[in-house]
């Protein structure tokens, strides 16, 4: 009898599938790490189902690597990681959905509050049989996105501390330049969290936490607020998938990609002169080329602005993408690769070593940014979590199977 990890695993790498390094990852968080203050704390972001590495691994592996807490973006991913018997804090990043906030009570996640208005609507939600809702003051000092003016903080904070529904367990702010090469808004923002954070602690009103730097911040060394009696947190997030959260900065050696993107040939074929491929025929063969069909495509995360740009390495050559992208499929050149034959593996993403797009040149292709091209991976695509460069884990759409030998 097959063991239901085995044929996960070997119908995971008979198709597309990505490949993520939780060796990687944690030496990522464990540099992080070595960048902070004694007695500062790691807060993981692992929203967008982890920047598309797979939440509930990557929120295990976060926390066995020495992060102390996980952020997400909504109360949803929150109640996963729940599910999957994380009990370490969690905090929801964006506005909160009321209709979710007496779960949330339950199982003691807490949430970003911006306005009194927030508040109130939380509230309502709440009821009076729920323990405490714990909550994160959250501060715009000038991202202009989610959160309460640096003016009216103390009230926003009175007004919490007057609630026997809530407890107050951070505050915290996010930046809106620090990818940047200039970096006065940064300094701006800095100031004015500081002021802030000053201003509660003055009215006798500052949380246990206080949080502001993001990875770009990190990198920069923007990390320590004045706030004697409170912990200071980072909040890491691409930095910790081994990504470069800025063109203007470099990334620390330490620092390694956690993904790899693959597929498997699934035809090779001919193309004669003067005909198209793919859909609206925007790649016309001059000559006859050989062409191969890899079963990735836009629905997979693959996105279509890399048609008839980006690239897949076979058997070491680098084999260009011919015509567009379709929902489902894709279709390369492998003229460069004499020898290929179906089954084959093709690579899509990696760190660049190997010749593969990294998500870097990719983005640039696409016109876009590292982020998008790894959250947009889509649910369909498993993934294999190695550990030693072994298989361990398999998240698909099934859900996580583990080897039985080796625990994620």
């Not at 691994?57 to 996963?80: H, M, Q, T």
């Not at 405490?132 to 000038?142: A, I, N, Q, R, W």
């Amino acid at each position: 009898m097959i063991e239901p990890f085995a044929a996960r695993l070997a119908a995971a790498q008979g198709g597309a599938h990505a490949l993520i390094d939780l060796d990687a990852f944690a030496g990522n968080i464990a540099y992080v790490r070595s960048q902070l203050p004694e007695g500062a704390e790691v807060i993981a972001v692992i929203k967008a189902n982890a920047y598309g590495h797979g939440l509930v691994p990557c929120g295990r592996a976060a926390l066995a690597a020495g992060a102390s807490r996980l952020a997400v973006a909504r109360i949803e991913e929150a109640l996963l990681l729940r599910a999957a018997g994380v009990v370490a804090p969690i905090l929801v990043l964006s506005p909160a959905n009321p209709a979710l906030a007496r779960q949330a009570a339950e199982s003691g996640i807490a949430l970003a509050v911006g306005s009194a208005t927030g508040l109130n609507r939380l509230l309502d939600a709440l009821g009076d049989d729920l323990p405490p809702l714990p909550v994160h003051l959250k501060v715009d000092t000038g991202m202009h996105r989610f959160g309460v003016e640096p003016e009216g903080v103390v009230e926003l904070a009175r007004a919490l501390a007057r609630e026997p529904r809530v407890r107050v367990e951070g505050v915290f702010t996010h930046f809106a330049t620090a990818d940047a090469a200039d970096d006065r808004v940064l300094q701006e923002q800095t100031r004015r969290f500081a002021a802030a954070v000053q201003a509660l602690a003055a009215a006798g009103l500052q949380p246990p936490l206080v949080h502001m730097a993001n990875s770009a911040a990190i990198l920069r060394g923007v990390v320590e607020i004045p706030a004697p009696r409170a912990t200071i947190a980072v909040r890491a997030g691409l930095i910790l998938y081994g990504l470069n959260p800025s063109r203007e900065l470099p990334l620390p050696a330490p620092i390694r990609p956690v993904l790899r993107l693959v597929t498997r040939v699934g035809q090779v074929f001919t193309v004669p002169p003067g005909e198209g491929i793919s859909y609206g025929w925007s790649y016309i063969a001059e000559r006859p080329i050989r062409c191969a069909n890899l079963p990735i495509g836009y629905a997979d995360g693959l996105v279509r602005l890399l048609s008839n740009q980006g690239w897949a390495v076979v058997g070491g050559a680098v084999c260009p993408i011919r015509g567009r992208i379709c929902m489902d499929q894709t279709v390369i050149e492998v003229e460069a690769a004499p020898d290929v034959a179906e089954g084959d593996e093709a690579v899509l993403l990696s760190d660049g070593r190997d010749g593969a797009m990294t998500a870097d040149q990719a983005a640039a292709l696409a016109g876009t940014i590292n982020y998008e091209i790894v959250s947009a991976l889509a649910a369909r695509i498993p993934r294999v979590y190695l550990r030693g460069g072994r298989p361990v884990a398999v998240l698909d759409l099934l859900g996580l199977v583990e080897d039985p030998s080796a625990a994620c």
